[in-house]
């Protein structure tokens, strides 16, 4: 295929020239000076400035200008700039008066304080004062949150505290029946494993059926708790977070205030009776599902009897066990009710504040059943049980 001729002429190639006459530098533009050319350099502007005796005024000539662009404009700046940095007087009357008005306002208006970002590092001790600081926020914050919650809760023993009780309603369904299922499957396949690494240890020394004693006080005593609680962060501690975040983003907490409801009562409260009040019976049933899993290894791997596998666990798993766990489940529940919600509460107006809330309640969570888990663990070693 051929293609017709390009007959448009050809923008004429910017040129400089330079001309020093009774101490006035004179600098004449010509052709076009646009972006798709290649312009001169400032070197030979740089070096008429410098030369003895050094011009004391500088001049434009620009009449052989056939097109000029923001690029032209950059350039007479620079040439100013460097005139202003020797010394020298710019006389604009010789530029287009278009770029004379450019350069003129630019001039005018400076640059605003600030505008320009620094990376600067601030000094150690700085750091450290900023990250002291703001640890001492972070415990006010904390202090002042448990008081709201303590005397909401204090409102709800007198029978005074305000909040909607259908929300309460749809939270313990939230928190209980739409939890089952992740719950179940998560603790089928804990007490699978906890069976199948104990049977590979006891099948040894043909005591196969003491794996049902591992899964049972395992599950009983505080794995079925923990990984309830652990999925209970992920799952409705989040949730906690981003909802109340969103709502602190739209202002729909500013709102309460405004007419008079506390905040820490009306959103804070449900979810915390919520939580607390299923946990326990989703420890239960955490339990149940993990002696489940044992039960599908001792009986389809080990050939255990079910009846035999069955009582064995319900003889060699002492109720103290039980109500241990229903102890840490209702612990559980209170620190990922409080860690998602005061997340939420403290959350940033701004969608990424909500995304950090969200994380932040999770990560809280965890870390907090973690310790809640050690420090509980060790009083149960202390009182004996």
């Excluded at 939270?171 to 739409?178: K, P, R």
């Excluded at 992920?234 to 709502?247: D, K, P, Q, V």
């Amino acid at each position: 295929m051929s293609h017709a001729p390009d007959n448009r002429p050809k923008a004429a190639a910017p040129t400089r020239t330079l001309a020093v006459v009774d101490g006035v530098l004179t600098l004449t533009f010509a052709g076009s000076w646009r972006m798709d050319q290649v312009l001169p350099g400032l070197e030979p502007v740089v070096q008429a400035l410098t030369a003895m005796p050094r011009p004391k005024t500088l001049a434009f000539a620009s009449a052989g200008v056939t097109g000029w662009d923001s690029l032209f404009l950059t350039q007479c700046r620079a040439i100013l700039a460097l005139a202003r940095v020797h010394g020298v007087t710019a006389d604009l009357t010789g530029l287009p008066d278009g770029v004379a008005s450019l350069i003129a306002l630019a001039e005018k208006v400076p640059e605003r304080q600030g505008a320009a970002r620094t990376s600067v590092r601030p000094p150690f001790l700085h750091r450290m004062a900023d990250l002291g600081i703001e640890a001492v926020q972070a415990v006010h914050n904390l202090l002042e949150f448990l008081g709201d919650v303590t005397l909401a809760a204090l409102a709800l023993v007198r029978g005074k505290a305000v909040f909607q009780r259908s929300q309460l309603t749809a939270l313990i369904h939230q928190a209980s029946i739409e939890a089952l299922l992740i719950v179940s499957l998560i603790s089928f396949l804990v007490g699978l494993i906890l069976a199948f690494v104990g049977a590979i240890q006891l099948s040894q020394f043909g005591a196969q059926i003491y794996v049902s004693t591992i899964v049972g006080i395992a599950m009983v005593r505080v794995m079925g708790a923990i990984m309830t609680g652990i999925i209970m962060a992920g799952r409705t501690g989040a949730a906690y977070a981003a909802e109340l975040g969103t709502m602190q983003v739209n202002e729909e907490i500013d709102a309460l205030k405004t007419f008079g409801f506390s905040p820490t009562q009306f959103l804070v409260l449900p979810r915390l009776i919520a939580l607390v009040l299923m946990m326990p019976l989703l420890c239960i049933y955490a339990d149940l599902m993990g002696i489940m899993g044992g039960f599908v290894v001792g009986v389809f791997m080990l050939n255990i009897n079910p009846i035999q596998y069955l009582t064995h666990t319900w003889q060699s798993v002492p109720l103290a066990n039980f109500w241990i766990g229903l102890v840490h489940s209702t612990v559980f529940g209170v620190l990922v009710a409080m860690a998602g919600c005061y997340r939420g509460m403290r959350c940033s107006r701004s969608a990424l504040g909500v995304g950090q809330a969200t994380t932040s309640a999770v990560v809280t969570s965890i870390l907090a059943i973690v310790i809640a888990t050690a420090i509980l663990t060790v009083a149960c070693n202390i009182i004996g049980v």
